[in-house]
């Protein structure tokens, strides 16, 4: 694999408010769908051995409106199941249990459509996607979130789940995973479209 290009979605509703979203499937605001068309002259004229796209509206239109078609969904792209905490804020957590970190405490369990995972599960999924991007060869283009692409880097760079805390992740912007001497690197994060 050369590199893997990594689209973080644009702006919904929950995100711009500082809701924790995982598996709401929620629509992107006008600014996110803006953010989404911004993204296209970076995919414009390149070719992609793989493309792989989250399940989630939000993610799906950010890479229809970047211009990556031909994608696959892939389950596994999905957004941290934050459990009992699907849409709360940060504050709001805090307000009953001071002190709480995402990446060192993790989540609580929800209701059926929110179960909630762990880091080691969120970790464990971005290993198989790496995997198959590896066996893809070539570009590789991912549409996701926050979180998760977060986990993603931190286990394409060899370390574990919880060190994403890292690696903070606006909506609308782009990554790239890659190489140096043949051991993998963050080449950009966090890189916004001006």
Same mark, same amino acid.
């Given at each position: 694999m050369?590199?893997?290009? =990594?689209l973080?979605h644009?702006?919904?509703?929950w ?7 995982g598996?709401t499937?929620?629509p992107?605001?006008e ?5 989404a068309?911004?993204l ?6 390149q070719a992609?051995?793989?493309?792989l796209v ?13 211009? =990556?078609?031909?994608?696959?969904? !892939?389950?596994?792209?999905w957004?941290? !199941?934050?459990?009992g905490y ?11 249990r001071?002190?709480?970190? /995402?990446w060192r405490?993790g ?14 599960? *969120?970790?464990a999924?971005?290993?198989?996607v790496?995997e198959r991007?590896r066996?893809?060869?070539?570009r *590789?283009?991912?549409?996701a979130?926050g979180?998760?692409?977060? *986990?993603?880097?931190a286990?394409? =760079?060899g370390?574990? #789940?919880?060190?994403g805390? /890292?690696?903070?992740?606006d909506?609308g912007?782009y ?8 051991? #993998? *690197? ?6 916004p479209?001006?």
């Amino acid at each position: 694999m050369d590199e893997m290009l =990594l689209l973080r979605h644009g702006e919904t509703e929950w995100s711009k408010a500082g809701r924790h979203t995982g598996r709401t499937d929620l629509p992107l605001t006008e600014h996110g769908e803006d953010q989404a068309r911004a993204l296209a002259p970076l995919v414009k004229g390149q070719a992609f051995d793989l493309v792989l796209v989250s399940p989630a509206q939000r993610a799906r239109r950010t890479a229809e409106l970047a211009g =990556l078609g031909g994608y696959r969904l !892939d389950p596994d792209l999905w957004e941290w !199941d934050y459990g009992g905490y699907e849409g709360i804020t940060t504050q709001d957590i805090r307000d009953t249990r001071p002190g709480w970190y /995402l990446w060192r405490d993790g989540v609580i369990p929800g209701d059926a459509e929110h179960p909630g995972e762990s880091a080691a599960e *969120v970790a464990a999924r971005a290993d198989r996607v790496i995997e198959r991007a590896r066996r893809a060869g070539g570009r *590789v283009a991912l549409v996701a979130h926050g979180h998760f692409l977060r *986990v993603l880097a931190a286990r394409w =760079l060899g370390l574990g #789940p919880e060190e994403g805390r /890292l690696l903070k992740l606006d909506t609308g912007t782009y990554s790239r995973l890659g190489f140096e001497h043949a051991e #993998p *690197v963050l080449a950009t994060w966090n890189a916004p479209i001006s």
